[in-house]
């Protein structure tokens, strides 16, 4: 038990001797980095030896502690005879353990061959090199290595001042990084400007192709051609429009009024604003004046060029000569109106011959008295192809005049429904209108309008006998619809349906009549201030309806 407690107290006194060395060495470093000291002992192979700075001063350590690089001194052998505190953190060591160490100690293995040979040159000569620390835990640092000598009073020594080079390597690897990358971005783009080139070399071949083209052909067309701008600005007018009008090249910034018709002027600029408004295709008909001063009618047509996005892009329009139509369509209106007349007279005396037959029908036989009702019937359907005829011949010589007056429409469409039920009485009609609709009008063409859109939505109604009639107030205007479930328009038809002569064709169907009842019925409700129009899906019938001012 005695010997026990004496080595106890044995290492107790040893760990206090070390404690002491210890604070005394660290003291020690204090004072040599604070300037406090100008020399320090250092144990070599030959023993003690003493180390003093002949331009040390308290100045001089202070700003080496401070530096932002490592600063060492060595020995002739490589020990480290001084060290600042940044070279401790660079290698992770504290201070008090990184003084009397071999430097090469801190050299990576790689790099110490290298290492040598900057020593040895450096006690001749001062040298910048970059090499490679390697910490005690394995960290790889790079330095630029600055050496020059250091008088002491034992004879040289060697000053070594290590700049981290850590940050700037990494800004290095990633400059060179983004360099590699924007090299390769650049022949990117070289290749893809050079394929754009190639493509705008190539579109614009084509674009100088199909331009070509188009002159071509539109100077070998006989119809006038132009193009423009969604603003209204014609840049093109092809040969024949030249020829027609004595314009050069040079005048195209003319006045359309230079040209157009005094009387169809404002028509053609009305629809031409709204067209380039709406973007639908413009259509017109108008007189231009040619070079001999002379004016024919043309129908003029444009239609927009849009790009993918749908953005109009330029208007492409014509101008056909259709003089010689108009000159023949009058003549056949004569023709009409003539001929209409013609057939009023004798066609009203047959019909009051009929009429006094019909008196005695009680005289006569079952057989005659069934063929003079369809004698009169078909003499019906015949007059009022006559008075469509003679309407028709009046609309196109601006004679179809009539009085307007306070018509009360709610009445008017009681009477023309029960009309209808007398007339087509295996179908079913239904009247919706609201009451109290009063419009100026003429009481005998509304209803000459409102019985013609009966009478086609039964005859286009084979399969189906429900007929509606509606009349409801909106914006101070009246709509009256006719809503049959028959075979429909398409779109074309619908297009056309208002024209004069054109009929409705269907395989499966097909019906009487001239074509004329739905162009008369527009005139009528265009001379009212009012507009007709139509909605129809092909195979799922459709609705007639036109809108009148009411009166307040």
């Known amino acids: 038990m005695e010997r026990d407690k004496l080595t106890y107290d044995e290492l107790l006194s040893e760990a206090n001797?070390?404690?002491?060395?210890l604070e005394e060495a660290t003291d020690t470093?204090?004072?040599?980095?604070?300037?406090?000291?100008?020399?320090?002992?250092?144990?070599?192979?030959?023993?003690?030896?003493?180390?003093?700075?002949?331009?040390?001063?308290q100045t001089y350590r202070m700003f080496i502690e401070k530096m932002n690089e490592g600063a060492v001194t060595l020995n002739q052998h490589g020990l480290i005879l001084y060290s600042n505190s940044r070279f401790a953190?660079?290698?992770?060591?504290?201070?008090?353990?990184?003084?009397g160490l071999s430097f090469d100690t801190f050299i990576a293995y790689e790099e110490r061959g290298k290492f040598k040979e900057i020593i040895k040159s450096a006690w001749d000569a001062e040298c910048k090199e970059e090499i490679e620390l390697l910490s005690p835990n394995r960290k790889l640092i790079s330095c630029l290595?600055?050496?020059?000598?250091?008088?002491?009073?034992?004879?040289?020594?060697?000053?070594?001042?290590?700049?981290?080079?850590?940050?700037?390597?990494?800004?290095?690897?990633?400059?060179?990084?983004?360099?590699?990358?924007?090299?390769?971005?650049?022949s990117a783009t070289e290749k893809l400007n050079d394929e754009l080139e190639d493509t705008v070399r190539n579109r614009t071949a084509d674009l100088l192709i199909s331009r070509e083209?188009?002159?071509l052909l539109a100077n070998n067309i006989p119809q006038m051609t132009w193009t423009h701008l969604p603003d209204g600005t014609v840049n093109f007018y092809n040969q024949r429009w030249r020829d027609y009008t004595g314009l050069t090249f040079t005048e195209e910034g003319y006045s359309r009024e230079q040209v157009i018709h005094p009387d169809d002027y404002p028509l053609?600029?009305?629809r031409f604003h709204a067209t380039l408004k709406s973007g639908d295709v413009f259509e017109v008909e108008n007189r231009y004046k040619g070079a001999d001063g002379t004016y024919r009618w043309h129908l003029n047509r444009a239609i927009p060029l849009r790009d993918e996005t749908g953005k109009i892009l330029f208007w492409v329009g014509t101008a056909t000569d259709i003089e010689d139509q108009k000159r023949e369509m009058e003549k056949k209106d004569e023709f009409i109106g003539i001929a209409s007349h013609e057939l009023k007279t004798p066609l009203t005396s047959l019909k009051g011959y009929l009429q006094l037959v019909s008196h005695k029908k009680e005289s006569l036989p079952e057989t005659v008295r069934q063929y003079i009702d369809k004698a009169i019937s078909s003499l019906n359907k015949l007059q009022r192809?006559?008075?469509?005829?003679?309407?028709?011949?009046?609309?196109?010589?601006?004679?179809?005049?009539y009085g307007l007056r306070p018509v009360d429409l709610t009445q008017l469409l009681k009477l023309c429904t029960e009309n209808a039920r007398h007339v087509y009485p295996n179908y079913n009609f239904e009247n919706n209108a609201v009451d109290g609709l009063i419009v100026n009008g003429n009481e005998e063409r509304l209803d000459q309008v409102v019985m013609n859109l009966i009478n086609n939505a039964v005859k286009y109604s084979p399969s189906n006998n429900n007929v509606t009639i509606t009349a409801v107030r909106y914006d101070g205007q009246v709509r009256v619809s006719v809503t049959d479930?028959?075979?429909?328009?398409?779109?074309?038809?619908?297009?056309?349906?208002?024209?004069?002569?054109?009929?409705?064709?269907d395989k499966k169907f097909m019906s009487s009549g001239l074509g004329m009842g739905l162009y008369i019925s527009q005139e009528i409700i265009n001379n009212h201030h009012g507009k007709i129009s139509v909605e129809s899906e092909l195979g799922k019938g459709s609705t007639f309806y036109f809108d009148l001012p009411l009166v307040n």
Do not use: W
Not at 17 to 21: A, Q, T
Not at 29 to 57: F, W
Not at 153 to 164: K, M
């Open 29 to 57: 470093l204090e004072a040599i980095r604070t300037g406090q000291v100008d020399a320090l002992i250092i144990q070599g192979n030959d023993g003690h030896q003493l180390y003093t700075l002949k331009t040390a001063d």
């Open 145 to 186: 290595l600055s050496c020059n000598t250091l008088e002491l009073d034992e004879g040289l020594a060697l000053s070594l001042i290590l700049t981290d080079l850590t940050i700037q390597k990494e800004t290095e690897k990633q400059l060179k990084l983004r360099n590699e990358q924007l090299a390769e971005a650049q």
């Open 385 to 401: 192809l006559v008075n469509d005829l003679l309407d028709v011949s009046k609309i196109q010589a601006g004679r179809l005049e």
């Open 268 to 270: 053609t600029m009305e």
């Open 89 to 99: 953190e660079m290698v992770d060591m504290p201070l008090e353990k990184v003084i």
């Open 17 to 21: 001797e070390l404690r002491l060395k």
């Open 485 to 505: 479930r028959g075979i429909g328009l398409s779109a074309e038809q619908r297009g056309r349906i208002f024209e004069r002569f054109y009929r409705v064709e």
């Open 213 to 215: 083209h188009f002159k």
